[in-house]
């Protein structure tokens, strides 16, 4: 069973830009999540989703950050514009369903200059 | 809102021996799953075991254990036979059974000397 992609890797920009994230979850996975993880915290639940709609996104910062997941399978996440506090790396999870286990990709660092 | 505490930001154990980590919670919630994740170096958060709270019995997962002592709001977990590739950071999390944010603590690193 293939587990969750996500995309890049790594992105360097400047403060100011956009950028993007890309997540595809386990198939057949209702809920998705975007955590951010600050270096050497724990991650925080940025949005939520079962299937396409939005569960929860109380601590997604919505002035310059957003999310869809529109066919209710992949998703993206963007910054714009990226902050110098922004950078972290961003964690894609995925589970059956709202209190199941959730599965994660190997994350996207992001380093705003 | 629920918290979640790990108190030692770093431990280190001999290959073999054992070794607990902590963590406290704070919720009024009765009902609710507690997790231990564990993220390697290489970055990928993998579940290690879970235990829900209305269950007394103790979570145990091959050389991974749990102390669940839901009156204290504590989750320890135990690693015995510690192996080198159980060198990692571990996170406690918490999520209500009725609602949505799995919330982690700030992880504890733990390193295994050979």
């Known amino acids: 069973e293939a587990g969750v992609a996500q995309s890049p890797r790594y992105k360097i920009i400047e403060k100011r830009q956009s950028v993007a994230f890309w997540c595809n979850p386990i198939s057949g996975h209702a809920t998705l999540y975007w955590y951010q993880q600050i270096l050497g915290q724990g991650p925080k639940l940025l949005i939520q989703?079962?299937?396409?709609?939005?569960?929860?996104d109380s601590q997604l910062p919505k002035d310059r950050f957003s999310a869809e997941r529109l066919k209710g399978v992949d998703s993206t996440l963007k910054i714009q514009p990226a902050k110098l506090e922004d950078s972290a790396v961003y964690l894609c999870?995925?589970?059956?369903?709202?209190?199941?286990?959730?599965?994660f990709g190997p994350g996207t660092r992001l380093t705003v200059l | 809102a629920q918290t979640v505490t790990q108190s030692q930001p770093e431990m280190s154990v001999q290959e073999a021996e054992t070794v607990t980590l902590s963590c406290t919670y704070d919720t009024s919630e009765n009902n609710y799953y507690l997790f231990w994740y564990k993220q390697p170096p290489s970055r990928q958060m993998i579940l290690v075991i879970r235990q829900e709270a209305y269950k007394q019995q103790n979570a145990t997962e091959n050389r991974f254990s749990v102390n669940f002592q839901k009156a204290a709001k504590s989750f320890s977990l135990k690693i015995s036979d510690s192996q080198l590739g159980d060198t990692a950071m571990y996170f406690c999390?918490?999520?209500?059974?009725?609602?949505?944010?799995?919330?982690f603590g700030g992880g504890t690193r733990l390193m295994v000397k050979p």
């Open positions: 999870a995925s589970s059956v369903n709202r209190v199941g286990e959730q599965f």
């Open positions: 999390a918490f999520i209500p059974y009725a609602g949505n944010m799995l919330t």
């Open positions: 989703f079962q299937n396409n709609g939005v569960v929860d």
